[in-house]
C-alpha cells in the first residue's frame, strides 16, 4: 500500500487524481494540503469524495504530522515548489505535475533528493500521447532542424509557455543546439509577434476558453513541412501517467524530469 498526500485537492487536476487514486487498490489518500479549508476533512468539501482525509493548509505541518510515502503536486510553481522541498527534507517522494518551475529549482530539488538518498519525479506532461509526441519531434529535429512550437490551453493556465513546451524545446535542443531562425534582418511590428525563444526554436502560446491542452510541432525543410501533434481531450488523459509514476517513485534513486526517461 503506498500512502500519498495531495496538494491542489480543489483543482481540476487534483480532484481528477483524488479520484484516481481513490479508485485505486494499492493506493491510500492519507491527507490534503489546501490553502482554504485547514481542519477540515475531505467530505466538508462540496465536489469531493465522502472521505475522513484531513486537509492541511500548512505543508510542513501536513508531512510532519502524516505518515506518507508519495507526494502528488497539482497546484502553481511558486507553491508547488515549497511544497516539494518541503517533502523531500521529511523523505516523500515527490510527484510533481505542476508545471512552470525554473530549470536552477528543478537542479535544486535533484540535488535535495540525492541528500534525502530517495526518488521522485518532475514530469511536464503524464500523457503518454505527449511524451510520444515530444519524443516524435526529437527524433525529428535531427533531420529537419527549424521548427516553431505552437501550445494551446484552457484561458485559466497560469504559466506560459507551457511544460511541455519547454520540455519539447529541450529535447530537440538535445539533437541540433543552438539555431537562428526566420530572416537575419527579421522585426516586429507587434512585441512578441514572433513567440518566445528558446535557443533558437520559437514557442508560440494559445489561451481561449474551451481548449484543454494541445500541442503541435511544425517542421520546414525545403518544399515541405512536418506537423506532429496532440491533444489531451480531458483530464483523464493524465490520469494514467500520474498512477505510473506514483508507482515508479518507489523504486527511484534521483528526481527524474520527463516522463520519457521512465517509460
Ligand atoms: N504534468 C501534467 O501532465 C499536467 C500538469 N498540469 C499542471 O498542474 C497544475 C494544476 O493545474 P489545474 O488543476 O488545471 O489548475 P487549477 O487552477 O484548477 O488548480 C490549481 C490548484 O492550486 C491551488 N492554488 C493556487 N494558488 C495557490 C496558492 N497560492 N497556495 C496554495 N494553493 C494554491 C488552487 O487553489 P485555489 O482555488 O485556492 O486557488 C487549486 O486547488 C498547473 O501547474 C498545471 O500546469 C495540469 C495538467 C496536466
Ligand atoms: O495547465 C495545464 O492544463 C497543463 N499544463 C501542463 C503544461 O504546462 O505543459 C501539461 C498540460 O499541457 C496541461
Not at 34 to 60: C, F, M, Q, S, V
Not at 127 to 139: C, E, N, P, R, S
Not at 191 to 209: K, Q, T
Request: aromatic content about 6%; some cysteine; overall charge negative.
Amino acid at each position: 500500500m503506498i500512502n500519498i498526500i495531495i496538494a491542489g485537492p480543489r483543482g481540476k487536476m487534483g480532484k481528477a487524481a483524488i479520484n484516481m487514486i481513490c479508485g485505486e487498490d494499492t493506493f491510500r489518500l492519507v491527507a490534503c494540503i489546501d490553502r482554504i479549508n485547514n481542519g477540515k476533512t475531505l467530505k466538508e468539501i462540496d465536489g469531493l469524495p465522502n472521505l475522513d482525509i484531513p486537509i492541511y493548509d500548512d505543508a510542513e505541518v501536513c508531512f510532519q504530522s502524516t505518515n506518507a510515502d508519495v507526494f502528488v503536486d497539482l497546484t502553481i510553481p511558486e507553491v508547488g515548489f515549497l511544497h516539494t522541498k518541503a517533502a523531500i527534507k521529511q523523505g516523500i517522494r515527490p510527484v510533481v505535475g505542476t508545471s512552470g518551475f525554473t530549470s536552477e529549482q528543478i537542479a535544486e530539488l535533484k540535488l535535495l533528493v540525492k541528500d534525502n538518498n530517495i526518488g521522485g519525479i518532475i514530469a511536464p506532461n503524464f500523457a503518454i500521447g505527449a511524451v510520444l509526441m515530444m519524443k516524435f519531434a526529437q527524433m525529428a529535429a535531427k533531420y529537419l532542424p527549424d521548427v516553431e512550437i505552437i501550445e494551446k490551453h484552457h484561458d485559466n493556465k497560469l504559466d506560459a509557455p507551457s511544460g511541455t513546451a519547454i520540455k519539447t524545446a529541450e529535447l530537440i535542443r538535445e539533437v541540433r543546439g543552438y539555431k537562428k531562425q526566420g530572416h537575419p534582418e527579421e522585426k516586429e511590428t507587434i512585441n512578441g509577434a514572433r513567440g518566445g525563444e528558446l535557443d533558437g526554436m520559437r514557442i508560440h502560446s494559445v489561451r481561449l476558453p474551451g481548449l484543454v491542452a494541445h500541442q503541435e510541432v511544425v517542421f520546414g525543410g525545403a518544399g515541405q513541412t512536418l506537423s506532429i501533434k496532440h491533444d489531451s481531450l480531458n483530464r483523464s488523459s493524465f490520469m494514467d501517467g500520474i498512477k505510473f509514476s506514483i508507482h515508479k517513485s518507489m523504486d527511484l534513486d534521483e528526481l527524474v524530469y520527463g516522463l520519457e526517461n521512465i517509460i
